[in-house]
């Protein structure tokens, strides 16, 4: 596995190597070597420079779209891309290969539970997202919880605000300004953490965190404020995470389904049936959603019961949140 914000981010790397776990620990004839890449422009470099030592490369991120050349001049070995299609080129167009499983998923569903769950407990009705960088997995999320928010409001009765501060805008792949609360990075927590502490000092009380290592600063902010301020665990269950003292910071994570994927998919290539897809994971799929269960939130009952409603409209396709791609915005998609 290689990765820009290491295996034990707490949150999107980690996720990807607990699956693998999984697998080498049913496979005792497998092993794994976790390798981190820091500098972004030489993700691709790093796969070609090391794919000669391994069976299988998991490749966790956007960045590693450009990958799929290294996947197309090495036919006999097998790669599994996340939130990324494989591309031969860096400014081509996006191609299936047969040996290349790539994930991608609707993160704007997981996002619009987070905004809900926060418009639901917010005390001083300010709530945030906080990203990395503004990939469009970052800004599905993003927008995912503006949608959630903004149905809460419309639905619910609530009067939640979504705060952004512009010296961290996000500007997407496009070029596009998206606004939110970019960090800039996935592996700078001193950066999280100041874009953290400015959120709580606009009075904002919940964020959503999807911003890989960078969000354990932001995790560190709360931690740090007065009891009564939460966050939105990212990826996966991030609950452990959030214990401080007496207390616990997160109030429940929203999810994208990696771990038992990649398990899933590994156990394909060893055992002989994979195929290479280009899939889009969602509700549907069993690829997205939030903690809930017991012990691993502090939902309350109202609102477990009203995103057990909602989940269920997302799964059958009545509520399309926004995302980065997908024509709506989030005070303008389907079911608001």
Do not use: W
Request: with cysteine; glycine share 12%; net charge negative.
């Amino acid at each position: 596995i290689l990765t820009t914000s290491g295996v034990d981010d707490g949150s999107f790397g980690q996720a990807c190597y607990e699956g693998i776990l999984l697998f080498v620990e049913a496979n005792t004839d497998t092993k794994v070597t976790d390798v981190k890449e820091d500098d972004f422009g030489r993700v691709v470099q790093a796969v070609a420079e090391i794919i000669a030592d391994y069976d299988v490369m998991v490749m966790p991120g956007f960045q590693f779209a450009g990958a799929g050349a290294v996947a197309n001049d090495n036919p006999e070995k097998h790669f599994i891309l996340v939130d990324s299609y494989p591309k031969i080129t860096d400014d081509g167009e996006e191609v299936q290969l047969d040996n290349v499983y790539a994930m991608m998923f609707k993160e704007e569903e997981s996002g619009f539970f987070a905004g809900i769950a926060a418009a639901l407990h917010t005390k001083t009705n300010k709530v945030a997202v906080v990203n990395g960088i503004a990939f469009p997995s970052n800004v599905n999320y993003q927008y995912g919880f503006m949608s959630g928010v903004n149905y809460s409001n419309k639905h619910y009765g609530t009067s939640a605000e979504i705060i952004e501060l512009p010296a961290y805008s996000g500007t997407d792949v496009t070029g596009a300004d998206v606004g939110g609360n970019y960090i800039g990075a996935f592996a700078d927590q001193a950066t999280g953490k100041v874009v953290g502490e400015a959120l709580l000092a606009k009075g904002v009380d919940i964020m959503l965190v999807a911003a890989g290592d960078s969000g354990n600063g932001v995790f560190a902010a709360v931690k740090e404020s007065p009891e009564g301020n939460y966050v939105i665990g990212c990826d996966v269950d991030q609950y452990d995470d959030g214990e401080t003292g007496t207390r616990n910071i997160v109030l429940t994570s929203a999810l994208k389904n990696m771990t038992p994927i990649v398990a899933d998919q590994l156990q394909k290539i060893h055992d002989g049936t994979f195929e290479g897809q280009n899939a889009l994971l969602g509700a549907t799929e069993g690829g997205t959603g939030y903690v809930s269960e017991d012990g691993r939130h502090q939902l309350s009952e109202d609102a477990l019961a009203k995103l057990a409603e909602v989940f269920e409209l997302v799964k059958d396709g009545i509520i399309v949140p926004a995302s980065n791609f997908n024509g709506h915005t989030p005070d303008n998609f389907p079911g608001l």
